[in-house]
């Protein structure tokens, strides 16, 4: 049942989301979108879907490392 939600979701976000498509476009396929997608997921903390799209398809800053527990 839950992936037949998340199917439902997706193909809406597809058929209504300009910026989704865009994205998906600028990608050359879905494989590629969503590996990017899950990459950001993984490596930073972001507020919406909308965040990750502009980010895919604008581009964005990667900063410096930062260890929290270094004690030299």
Known sequence: ????LV???????QLTCN??????RK??????LWEQVRALFMNYKLDSMTQIYRALLYGF???PLVILDDTS
Do not use: H, I, N
Request: charged residues 20%.
């Open 7 to 13: 199917f439902l979701v997706d193909q809406t976000q």
């Open 61 to 63: 800053e990667f900063q």
């Open 19 to 24: 910026l989704l498509r865009s994205v998906w």
């Open 1 to 4: 049942m839950l992936m037949m």
């Open 27 to 32: 990608s050359g396929s879905k494989r590629a």
